[in-house]
């Protein structure tokens, strides 16, 4: 059957195209032309022309983008309305979350009044509202208390020491390292944007951001147990930190100050009840109920009226400074202590900030500049640190209540602004006497959303269970490695995760849908089709140099062939080829005088010899009574070592001899296993064996040292449609299964690559005399149908018998039938 008939059911109207032909077809670019010079690159990037002026200012400071559109009827009352609701929010959460960075309440509000104002210039997103956060201010309290822990700051009287704390030194200095350390994260958080290293935060994923989290929810809650039963634990620091200080805090709750544990059971009760209920009316209120800003208020009151804190000793926030301080430079000195919480803080801030800008960019159907959003934020924490603010990212909850009140734009962030303005001017003294359970208890309740991320656990189990276990690591490697090193650690994990999953790819063989040009796996599509003599091998990752050894194994295992054995079995036969080339030219000189000794006198007693060392007496004339040999042709042949056994007794009445062979192993061919021994007694006697059944036996005798030696596959087509990359040491295996392939005569095409690929192999001198672009194709398709017109599916490789095997055979097989 020729090639067209053979490939008529998969022909397409259409020319096949190789990458050769593709690109004289579509007058592909060259390098290049896609690539200017490196001099030219600068040249253009340095150019300055009006229109880019106006862009880079544009996207430096989007408030001058928006903010002369703004229209004060459509959008200034929904944003002064949403304003208001996040500014009552700032105020007890700012509050409340600076006792987790071990700071004095004050600053926590700061923190929620500068930052804000700073975003509203260079944030790019509409909805989210900047401020103090949970794991961030956990975080800053881990840096704060190891730096200035409460034994730095004992008050000495002589050579006696009290337990008393210098609590105005001790709190002045841990505001210092939280500035410190906020300028710092500020500005790795600039530089990141100003190099496009926006990204970054991609490497973060959600199952590690929300286990990261819930970790940070555990330390938060044994920071503030504490506050809650009234006790003063041990704080440590570094691994196994959170273990120690828990096991602290359990030690001393025999200790437990009942009024405070009372202050905080009251308090936590009315919230968690209040909550509830506004969740429940929640559809039928306009604003949200500002539960914790009722509790703060109804807490200083009672507080004040009741006198807890000297009648009772109850902690109170205390004095709360009116006014605002003047912005003074951060310690630099500090900066080497802590450029590792920085770094740390940078990235899970922005990490949390473009997760949530992204999410109502979607809903709302603008974009957010990733990039730009790492500046806004990294400006924002720089200009606050100046201001004795702490580190600072989006909140959730703000974040909804900004959104779901209506709010429009960033001028929701400047009524929220004034809120915490007013209350820092004027209404910070009322808040003095408001006990820190109750803020305490804010915090505690605040993180019921965080806890509920437990249920990622059983739903990732059900979905992927390698997330599953980035989850559980994270989660793990956070709680006992404390908030830096556990982000750390779970980063690497991640990426370890990915890199696994590259090294332990799909490998598939694919077959044709018939009708169509679609190739998918015959493992899980029943109607795919392997096409005859053609194997189509694709992995479902790119091959580069962690992958390319298991790449070419997967190559030979599903392809069926063993090419190592069968090239090195090759090799053998040709290192034989030349010994017996010179042995040949030694019978050469011998040739004469076998003529002679033939004719002298007839066989007598039994004759041994081997198809090795006796290959010339069967290659001449034999004669045996009637029966003649002559030579066909010359021949040098050695499959095996089989020796044969001809016995001397004469025919039977009825014509026919009995013979014996011996099954001898090649010497050089270890992988003879299943043959028997050259022993006393290994023999097999055949006198009415078939010539198929001979010759079977003796092919499996000269090719036992091949897995495979008689196979149907003429053309491997290596799909890469799913590599995005291919680098040196990819090349250079692919280079390897070209040529190794090409010895067992089996044709390598490739097929999909992308344009990226073509050049990165151009690059790599992967093309060649014998590895043309002829040999790459823009489909699989298109690869099979140059397979079946060039090769088709019978001109596959196929071991047949040498001559002086079907010689041999031939000769036995007369003398034992015809005598």
């Given at each position: 059957?020729?090639?067209?008939?053979?490939?008529?059911?998969?022909?397409?109207?259409?020319?096949?195209?190789?990458?050769?032909?593709?690109?004289?077809?579509?007058?592909?670019?060259?390098?290049?032309?896609?690539?200017?010079?490196?001099?030219?690159?600068?040249?253009?990037?340095?150019?300055?022309?009006?229109?880019?002026?106006?862009h880079a200012v544009m996207s430096s400071m989007p408030v001058l983008y928006w903010l002369p559109k703004y229209s004060v009827w459509d959008y200034g009352m929904p944003d002064l309305?949403?304003?208001?609701?996040?500014?009552?929010?700032?105020?007890?959460?700012?509050?409340?979350?600076?006792?987790?960075?071990?700071?004095?309440?004050?600053?926590?509000?700061?923190?929620?009044?500068?930052?804000?104002?700073?975003?509203?210039?260079?944030?790019?997103?509409?909805?989210?509202?900047?401020?103090?956060?949970?794991?961030?201010?956990?975080?800053?309290?881990?840096?704060?208390?190891?730096?200035?822990?409460?034994?730095?700051?004992?008050?000495?009287?002589?050579?006696?020491?009290?337990?008393?704390?210098?609590?105005?030194?001790?709190?002045?200095?841990?505001?210092?390292?939280?500035?410190?350390?906020?300028?710092?994260?500020?500005?790795?958080?600039?530089?990141?944007?100003?190099?496009?290293?926006?990204?970054?935060?991609?490497?973060?994923?959600?199952?590690?951001?929300?286990?990261?989290?819930?970790?940070?929810?555990?330390?938060?809650?044994?920071?503030?147990?504490?506050?809650?039963?009234?006790?003063?634990?041990?704080?440590?620091?570094?691994?196994?930190?959170?273990?120690?200080?828990?096991?602290?805090?359990?030690?001393?709750?025999?200790?437990?100050?009942?009024?405070?544990?009372?202050?905080?059971?009251?308090?936590?009760?009315?919230?968690?009840?209040?909550?509830?209920?506004?969740?429940?009316?929640?559809?039928?209120?306009?604003?949200?109920?500002?539960?914790?800003?009722?509790?703060?208020?109804?807490?200083?009151?009672?507080?004040?009226?009741?006198?807890?804190?000297?009648?009772?000793?109850?902690?109170?926030?205390?004095?709360?400074?009116?006014?605002?301080?003047?912005?003074?430079?951060?310690?630099?000195?500090?900066?080497?202590?802590?450029?590792?919480?920085?770094?740390?803080?940078?990235?899970?801030?922005?990490?949390?900030?473009?997760?949530?800008?992204?999410?109502?960019?979607?809903?709302?159907?603008?974009?957010?500049?990733?990039?730009?959003?790492?500046?806004?934020?990294?400006?924002?924490?720089?200009?606050?640190?100046?201001?004795?603010?702490?580190?600072?990212?989006?909140?959730?909850?703000?974040?909804?209540?900004?959104?779901?009140?209506?709010?429009?734009?960033?001028?929701?962030?400047?009524?929220?602004?004034?809120?915490?303005?007013?209350?820092?001017?004027?209404?910070?003294?009322?808040?003095?006497?408001?006990?820190?359970?109750?803020?305490?208890?804010?915090?505690?309740?605040?993180?019921?959303?965080?806890?509920?991320?437990?249920?990622?656990?059983?739903?990732?189990?059900?979905?992927?269970?390698?997330?599953?276990?980035?989850?559980?690591?994270?989660?793990?490697?956070?709680?006992?490695?404390?908030?830096?090193?556990?982000?750390?650690?779970?980063?690497?994990?991640?990426?370890?995760?990915?890199?696994?999953?590259?090294?332990?790819?799909?490998?598939?063989?694919?077959?044709?849908?018939?009708?169509?040009?679609?190739?998918?796996?015959?493992?899980?599509?029943?109607?795919?089709?392997?096409?005859?003599?053609?194997?189509?091998?694709?992995?479902?990752?790119?091959?580069?140099?962690?992958?390319?050894?298991?790449?070419?194994?997967?190559?030979?295992?599903?392809?069926?062939?063993?090419?190592?054995?069968?090239?090195?079995?090759?090799?053998?036969?040709?290192?034989?080829?030349?010994?017996?080339?010179?042995?040949?030219?030694?019978?050469?000189?011998?040739?004469?005088?076998?003529?002679?000794?033939?004719?002298?006198?007839?066989?007598?007693?039994?004759?041994?010899?081997?198809?090795?060392?006796?290959?010339?007496?069967?290659?001449?004339?034999?004669?045996?009574?009637?029966?003649?040999?002559?030579?066909?042709?010359?021949?040098?042949?050695?499959?095996?070592?089989?020796?044969?056994?001809?016995?001397?007794?004469?025919?039977?009445?009825?014509?026919?001899?009995?013979?014996?062979?011996?099954?001898?192993?090649?010497?050089?061919?270890?992988?003879?296993?299943?043959?028997?021994?050259?022993?006393?007694?290994?023999?097999?006697?055949?006198?009415?064996?078939?010539?198929?059944?001979?010759?079977?036996?003796?092919?499996?005798?000269?090719?036992?040292?091949?897995?495979?030696?008689?196979?149907?596959?003429?053309?491997?087509?290596?799909?890469?449609?799913?590599?995005?990359?291919?680098?040196?040491?990819?090349?250079?295996?692919?280079?390897?299964?070209?040529?190794?392939?090409?010895?067992?005569?089996?044709?390598?095409?490739?097929?999909?690559?992308?344009?990226?690929?073509?050049?990165?192999?151009?690059?790599?001198?992967?093309?060649?005399?014998?590895?043309?672009?002829?040999?790459?194709?823009?489909?699989?398709?298109?690869?099979?149908?140059?397979?079946?017109?060039?090769?088709?599916?019978?001109?596959?490789?196929?071991?047949?018998?040498?001559?002086?095997?079907?010689?041999?055979?031939?000769?036995?097989?007369?003398?034992?039938?015809?005598?």
């Amino acid at each position: 059957m020729d090639s067209a008939h053979r490939c008529g059911k998969y022909r397409v109207e259409r020319e096949v195209l190789d990458e050769q032909r593709l690109e004289e077809v579509t007058q592909r670019k060259t390098y290049s032309d896609t690539h200017p010079p490196l001099t030219q690159q600068l040249k253009d990037s340095l150019r300055c022309t009006a229109p880019r002026l106006k862009h880079a200012v544009m996207s430096s400071m989007p408030v001058l983008y928006w903010l002369p559109k703004y229209s004060v009827w459509d959008y200034g009352m929904p944003d002064l309305i949403s304003g208001i609701s996040v500014g009552i929010m700032h105020l007890p959460q700012g509050m409340a979350y600076a006792l987790l960075a071990s700071l004095p309440p004050v600053f926590g509000l700061y923190t929620s009044l500068y930052p804000p104002l700073i975003y509203i210039f260079f944030g790019t997103s509409r909805h989210i509202s900047i401020g103090t956060f949970t794991v961030l201010s956990i975080m800053v309290g881990s840096v704060t208390e190891r730096l200035a822990p409460d034994m730095d700051f004992l008050i000495t009287n002589g050579t006696n020491i009290t337990a008393e704390v210098d609590v105005t030194a001790r709190d002045s200095y841990r505001v210092q390292v939280a500035a410190a350390t906020t300028v710092l994260g500020g500005l790795i958080q600039v530089i990141l944007g100003l190099v496009k290293f926006g990204f970054v935060g991609t490497y973060l994923s959600e199952p590690l951001v929300r286990a990261y989290t819930t970790a940070a929810a555990a330390h938060a809650v044994v920071a503030q147990l504490k506050y809650i039963f009234g006790v003063s634990p041990t704080r440590f620091s570094g691994p196994l930190s959170l273990v120690y200080t828990l096991k602290d805090v359990c030690s001393l709750l025999p200790h437990t100050h009942l009024p405070t544990l009372v202050v905080s059971a009251v308090s936590m009760v009315f919230l968690i009840a209040a909550k509830e209920l506004n969740s429940f009316l929640s559809p039928k209120l306009p604003v949200p109920v500002p539960v914790e800003l009722i509790t703060i208020v109804a807490g200083t009151l009672i507080s004040s009226y009741s006198h807890l804190s000297s009648n009772y000793t109850i902690p109170v926030v205390g004095e709360i400074p009116s006014g605002l301080s003047s912005p003074s430079v951060p310690d630099v000195s500090i900066f080497g202590e802590v450029i590792g919480d920085a770094f740390a803080l940078a990235i899970v801030g922005y990490a949390i900030s473009i997760s949530l800008g992204k999410t109502f960019a979607l809903k709302h159907g603008y974009k957010v500049d990733s990039n730009q959003e790492l500046v806004a934020l990294g400006l924002s924490n720089t200009v606050g640190g100046f201001f004795q603010c702490y580190s600072v990212c989006p909140s959730m909850s703000r974040s909804l209540i900004q959104e779901t009140t209506g709010g429009k734009t960033q001028m929701a962030g400047v009524a929220s602004a004034l809120i915490v303005l007013v209350t820092i001017l004027k209404l910070g003294p009322l808040f003095q006497e408001l006990p820190k359970a109750i803020l305490a208890s804010i915090v505690f309740v605040n993180l019921k959303g965080m806890f509920k991320q437990y249920s990622d656990i059983v739903t990732l189990w059900k979905s992927s269970k390698i997330d599953l276990v980035v989850w559980l690591v994270t989660w793990v490697s956070t709680l006992l490695f404390n908030l830096d090193l556990g982000l750390a650690a779970s980063i690497t994990f991640a990426l370890f995760t990915v890199i696994f999953r590259t090294q332990l790819p799909t490998y598939s063989v694919l077959g044709n849908v018939p009708g169509t040009e679609l190739y998918v796996d015959i493992e899980t599509h029943r109607e795919a089709r392997e096409i005859p003599g053609v194997t189509i091998f694709r992995s479902s990752a790119t091959v580069y140099f962690a992958n390319a050894e298991l790449y070419l194994e997967a190559l030979k295992e599903k392809s069926g062939l063993d090419i190592s054995k069968m090239i090195i079995y090759k090799r053998r036969q040709e290192a034989k080829q030349k010994r017996r080339e010179r042995r040949a030219e030694r019978r050469a000189k011998r040739q004469a005088k076998r003529e002679r000794q033939r004719s002298a006198k007839p066989l007598s007693g039994a004759t041994v010899f081997s198809v090795d060392d006796e290959a010339g007496r069967w290659g001449d004339t034999y004669m045996d009574g009637d029966v003649t040999v002559k030579e066909e042709q010359g021949w040098t042949e050695r499959e095996n070592g089989t020796v044969f056994v001809i016995p001397t007794t004469p025919r039977t009445p009825d014509g026919h001899c009995r013979w014996e062979y011996l099954k001898g192993g090649d010497p050089d061919c270890t992988s003879l296993g299943w043959m028997s021994e050259l022993q006393d007694g290994d023999t097999a006697t055949l006198g009415s064996s078939s010539e198929d059944t001979l010759s079977r036996d003796l092919e499996r005798v000269s090719l036992g040292s091949l897995g495979k030696w008689t196979w149907d596959i003429h053309s491997i087509i290596i799909d890469l449609s799913t590599a995005n990359f291919i680098d040196t040491v990819a090349i250079k295996t692919m280079k390897n299964i070209f040529q190794d392939f090409s010895e067992i005569d089996v044709d390598i095409y490739m097929a999909g690559c992308q344009a990226s690929v073509v050049e990165q192999l151009e690059l790599g001198d992967f093309f060649s005399e014998s590895i043309t672009k002829r040999r790459l194709f823009s489909s699989v398709h298109d690869a099979v149908l140059y397979c079946l017109d060039h090769r088709g599916a019978s001109s596959s490789p196929r071991y047949e018998p040498s001559l002086p095997q079907r010689m041999v055979l031939k000769d036995i097989v007369h003398k034992t039938e015809d005598g």
